[in-house]
């Protein structure tokens, strides 16, 4: 099979294993894309260009079955991420929250991972081809209940990729039809999903565009729907008509020799500045990053200091059985979904110098009946703005920051948010357990 190009895709379907590709309805409406006994329904990832649907029986399959990838079904990819934002002069009266799951976006990474490797298929062995495929699959295997909202409580024992090796030799799976069938390797999967060699370049380049995608999908939609246009939905949306595949750069991937590059800069460049966008407005932004921040500080690290809650509950539960825990801590049902579940609205104020988030802190805290909440990233830029990914020009191959030096600059500042983020809740309603919890949380500040 020759490379595929998205010109190409809407001219016809292609198989690759047990997926079928057409390109996205966005460029070529419901084209018949049909398997006898489907693994999955059509998926649409417009933002990336494609169409696609898994067969029954194949690979992906017999993938999930042995590692238990349903699980993921239950653990949304942005748990607690919500549209619109609170802001320090205002919040709204109802937010939005994401349902696509973590099984959704290893689906969407593997295809992603399929079209790539494909595209540079005479470098591979089918060993390194379906051991690639499954790492896809696997790579957010070890996702905690929660997500990344969850992490904080214990960054070292909870990230799914630093730990996926050692999680995995201790883990009960029957690896073996795996290994006899598909070829396996177990030490190259692990490899893989931690980012190393070219398999594993390939893997993180298809779990951005896969988690961007999604993403863009969602903003694009409400922006349709909204009646109040925020500046940075119309920014998304303006992005995603420009270039209908702005997240889709699977067919501009080549390797070449130990390197992975992007052989057309200005798309490279398009795309990594849409994901510094989603990043500084969406997944990392103070405006809507109140439920994780509340949760993760007050609730989730009480409970986990006090041995409540568990590294093993973490990795063996979904998002609901943390639903139920809420709940109980708050004293009412469906919390995270209700942005004023303090009683009042949450405001947030962000700050680029210390001293004046303590000042300002200082200053609410002048007021005996208010709830504070204070978030300090250490790094700055806060966000990767990922302009080392590397290029081919006419003149040689380069890091996109050397390539397109203007471009990089525009994409750092992006990715240059203010580190510190102050929220606070005046006349909070708290129940007894939630303020236990919350005078916890200033003890241990103060410390």
């Not at 799914?160 to 029957?174: M, V, Y």
Request: proline share 3%.
């Amino acid at each position: 099979m020759g490379r595929i190009t998205l010109a190409s895709l809407v001219k016809k379907n292609y198989q690759l294993g047990d997926v079928r590709f057409s390109a996205s309805s966005r460029f070529n409406g419901q084209q018949e894309l049909q398997f006898g006994d489907s693994l999955t329904s059509r998926i649409d990832l417009k933002a990336a260009g494609i169409s696609y649907m898994v067969k029954s029986g194949g690979l992906t399959t017999e993938v999930v079955k042995a590692f238990g990838l349903g699980r993921l079904k239950n653990i949304r990819q942005l748990t607690y991420g919500f549209w619109p934002p609170i802001s320090e002069n205002q919040s709204p009266k109802m937010v939005r929250t994401f349902p696509h799951t973590r099984y959704d976006h290893v689906l969407d990474t593997m295809a992603l991972m399929a079209l790539m490797i494909n595209n540079n298929r005479g470098l591979f062995t089918q060993t390194e081809v379906n051991t690639g495929l499954i790492a896809a699959l696997t790579h957010d295997l070890f996702t905690p209940a929660g997500g990344d909202a969850i992490k904080h409580v214990d960054m070292k024992g909870l990230d799914e990729d630093t730990n996926f090796g050692d999680l995995l030799s201790k883990a009960d799976f029957n690896l073996r039809p795996l290994i006899e069938k598909c070829g396996l390797s177990v030490e190259l999967l692990v490899k893989t999903v931690e980012g190393k060699g070219v398999l594993g370049r390939l893997l993180d380049l298809a779990d951005k565009q896969a988690y961007c995608a999604r993403d863009l999908a969602y903003f694009v939609e409400w922006q349709r729907q909204s009646q109040n246009k925020s500046d940075i939905i119309w920014q998304l949306a303006w992005h995603s008509v420009k270039q209908p595949s702005i997240a889709g750069i699977w067919d501009i991937i080549k390797v070449v020799g130990a390197d992975v590059v992007a052989t057309d800069a200005e798309r490279m460049a398009d795309f990594v500045q849409l994901r510094a966008m989603l990043w500084a407005n969406l997944y990392v932004s103070p405006g809507t990053k109140f439920f994780e921040d509340f949760f993760a500080e007050i609730i989730w690290q009480y409970l986990y200091d006090e041995g409540k809650l568990t590294r093993h509950q973490l990795m063996q539960w979904g998002d609901s059985d943390l639903q139920n825990m809420l709940d109980g801590a708050l004293g009412q049902i469906g919390a995270s979904t209700d942005i004023n579940f303090l009683g009042g609205p949450p405001r947030v104020k962000t700050f680029v110098d210390a001293k004046k988030a303590d000042a300002f802190e200082m200053e609410l805290n002048k007021n005996e009946n208010i709830f504070v909440l204070r978030k300090d990233d250490k790094k700055r830029p806060v966000i990767k703005p990922e302009t080392h990914y590397k290029v081919q020009t006419a003149t040689g191959i380069f890091s996109l920051k050397e390539a397109l030096p203007e471009r990089a600059e525009e994409i750092y500042h992006i990715a240059d948010i203010d580190p510190i983020r102050v929220y606070w809740v005046e006349n909070p309603v708290m129940s007894q357990t939630l303020r236990i919890m919350y005078d916890a949380y200033k003890k241990r500040i103060k410390k």
